[in-house]
């Protein structure tokens, strides 16, 4: 059964950068497209990033030129490198398949305040 890790979540000021890291046990990773999704208190889950497995990408419009998603195949980890971080980021993040099947994992909380 594939499992999912996030980590490298923190507090971190306006404008301040994070990289987090989604670890995914299993041999099925390298042919799902995978996702990075976010949930703010209150909100629904939304979708903020996609990739491939060619390598492929997709972002929210909220997101857009601040994010960068990426993934290693052969260390079956997806990334989120987040830049020019806004109060508006603070949430958990998950990552999932593009079409989320797979069992959540705990995620990991973003704090973006001053």
């Known amino acids: 059964q594939v499992q999912l890790v996030e980590s490298g979540g923190g507090l971190v000021q306006p404008g301040g950068s994070l990289r987090l890291s989604c670890a995914a046990s299993?041999?099925?990773?390298?042919?799902?497209?995978m996702a990075w999704y976010r949930q703010a208190p209150g909100e629904r889950r939304e979708l903020v990033a996609s990739v491939t497995p060619g390598g492929s990408t997709n972002y929210a419009d909220s997101v857009k030129d601040r994010f960068t998603i990426s993934r290693d195949n052969a260390q079956k980890t997806l990334y989120l490198q987040m830049n020019s971080l806004k109060p508006d980021d603070t949430a958990v993040y998950y990552c999932?398949?593009?079409?989320?099947?797979?069992?959540w994992g705990q995620g990991t909380q973003v704090t973006v305040s001053s």
């Open positions: 299993g041999t099925i990773f390298t042919t799902y497209a």
């Open positions: 999932n398949g593009r079409t989320p099947t797979l069992p």
